[in-house]
């Protein structure tokens, strides 16, 4: 049975995985070395193939719901800052290299057990994305586990520079396992596990997880950060400027 | 009289892949099922690679030409996305013509795929100088389905078709 509540919740993994896409692909061309270049940019490719995935499934359901005719162009381009649902983490300044990995760390490890739980739901559409994004999503949680690794235990200035992105981020974080109606499966409870997996990358890392800090809220329910404001102009100028243009 | 299905299949065994354009979209397994509806109308069901496989909208088309060309007038392709796309779908045939195009193709069934931090598929053999003495320059290379690798022997930097 189609619902606000399934159109909600696409609508947010839509959201987040293409706003996390706009922020990563600005490191397109500036990489540290070209082979890292090419990583985030794959990477970021991945994550635009998902979110075109949950925009499409949630242009069907509202279009047969409220007999519209939204499509994944209308959803992304033609939405403002208060309907996007992503997380707040998404739309954070890249900042350093070491900033731009964590966050990608944090996102793809909560990602990685969230999928894990939705393959197995009852939506089959939802359940079907979710198969084939975990086999990308593995990658991604590699990838960044192992730069987390090589900048903590690094040298001197690498790892003050992952201390700092845990400071910035980790605020970020507590939104994951914020319950709310419209989620698909209880995210709450996969929390000791993102905790066990961050803990044991930081480990090897030599970085600690902070301990009683306040968690920002908000992103879910459209209450953004001053930035997203910003990513929606740039990404939706041409649309905005030359409505129905196609490549 | 030739099997329609089999006339189909045919015509689509000739289409290449547009980044990897030794392969055939048959070769990848990117072809799930051939629908036959009537003499005129058929559903071509196709998967992407990879999610964000920026070739699915090329391949779809070039599909619905190929079969315009012999006559088919009603074609529809459809996305599907379960099972998900494995290197496993790939034909021998076509690990060869990658291999003879300076790609390795993949070597393991894609249940090895997890692997552990730090830990690189190794023994992957060199296309040019077919040597095992390799290593992994970077897991992304210039598609989302290939890694990067160079031969330590020839010295010649490899694209290697990643089990997925």
């Known amino acids: ?247 | 009289m030739i099997n329609p299905k089999e006339h189909i299949y045919s015509i689509l065994e000739k289409i290449p892949d547009p980044e990897i354009p030794v392969l055939t979209i048959i070769d990848l397994g990117i072809v799930r099922d051939v629908i036959i509806i009537d003499e005129q109308t058929i559903e071509i069901i196709i998967t992407p690679t990879y999610s964000g496989c920026p070739a699915m909208d090329v391949i779809s088309f070039e599909i619905k030409l190929a079969l315009l060309e012999t006559g088919y007038k009603n074609i529809k392709v459809t996305y599907t996305l379960s099972p998900a796309w494995t290197t496993d779908w790939m034909s021998e045939s076509g690990k060869r013509k990658l291999l003879e195009y300076g790609i390795a193709p993949p070597k393991k069934n894609s249940s090895r795929v997890n692997k552990m931090l730090f830990e690189e598929e190794t023994n992957i053999n060199c296309p040019q100088c077919n040597s095992s003495n390799t290593n992994q320059l970077s897991e992304f290379g210039s598609t989302a389905c290939k890694s990067l690798y160079k031969c330590n022997d020839c010295n010649e930097v490899f694209d290697y078709f990643k089990c997925h």
């Open chain 1, 1 to 247: 049975m189609i619902n606000q509540k399934i159109i909600n919740a696409t609508l947010h993994l839509a959201d987040t995985t293409l706003i996390l896409a706009q922020k990563n692909s600005e490191w397109c061309a500036h990489g540290p070395i070209l082979e890292q270049d090419i990583a985030i940019t794959n990477i970021t490719l991945d994550l635009i193939g998902q979110s075109r995935m949950f925009y499409q499934y949630a242009a069907e359901l509202i279009n047969e719901l409220e007999n519209k005719t939204e499509t994944e162009d209308t959803l992304s381009y033609l939405r403002s800052e208060r309907e996007f649902k992503n997380f707040l983490i998404a739309e954070l300044p890249n900042g350093d290299w070491a900033q731009t990995i964590l966050r990608q760390f944090f996102f793809s490890s909560f990602q990685q057990l969230l999928f894990e739980k939705l393959q197995h739901i009852e939506d089959k559409q939802i359940s079907a994305i979710a198969v084939k994004s975990l086999k990308e999503i593995n990658y991604h949680v590699k990838w960044s586990s192992e730069w987390v690794i090589r900048l903590g235990d690094g040298t001197s200035e690498s790892h003050s520079r992952m201390v700092k992105a845990i400071e910035i981020l980790w605020p970020y974080t507590g939104e994951f396992f914020n319950a709310e109606e419209n989620d698909l499966t209880e995210v709450e409870k996969i929390k000791s596990n993102w905790i066990q997996k961050i803990e044991a990358v930081f480990i090897e890392a030599n970085l600690l997880i902070p301990q009683n800090i306040f968690m920002q809220l908000g992103g879910k329910q459209g209450f953004h950060t001053e930035h997203l404001g910003y990513i929606l102009t740039e990404m939706q100028s041409l649309q905005r400027a030359y409505p129905w243009l196609e490549w």
